[in-house]
């Protein structure tokens, strides 16, 4: 069973940069394929950024594509989200997920299955 914990949200001011953490348990995290996912208030999950297990392929989505990056340290079992430049409208809850078996990044949600509690990342004017 895989564990994932998301931290480092909170309010921020349009414009600045924050960076989102998901910790992961079990002995096999270099082998995974994460993303990250987000789902703003009323509306659907939507996909953010994938990784490959060996960090060398990433896919973002086209409204964070440029503003946002996303890395891993498989050393310490943790992928992270990079935020930048951050609008109004990314403000969502944000979550991790893993896909144990996965080799290549996918923006679909059904790959995934293992998936974090969300941190809130909340973008003021």
């Known amino acids: 069973q895989v564990q994932l914990v998301e931290s480092g949200g909170g309010l921020v001011q349009a414009g600045v940069s924050l960076t989102v953490s998901c910790a992961a348990s079990?002995?096999?995290?270099?082998?995974?394929?994460m993303a990250w996912f987000r789902q703003a208030p009323g509306k659907e999950r939507e996909f953010v950024a994938a990784i490959t297990s060996s960090g060398g392929t990433t896919s973002y989505a086209a409204s964070v594509k440029g503003r946002f990056t996303i890395s891993r340290d498989n050393a310490k079992s943790t992928v992270y989200l990079q935020l930048n430049s951050l609008k109004t409208e990314d403000t969502a809850v944000y979550y991790c997920a893993a896909n144990p078996y996965g080799y290549d990044v996918s923006s679909s949600s059904t790959s995934y299955d293992y998936w974090g509690q969300g941190t809130q990342v909340t973008v003021s004017t």
């Open positions: 079990g002995r096999t995290f270099s082998s995974y394929t």
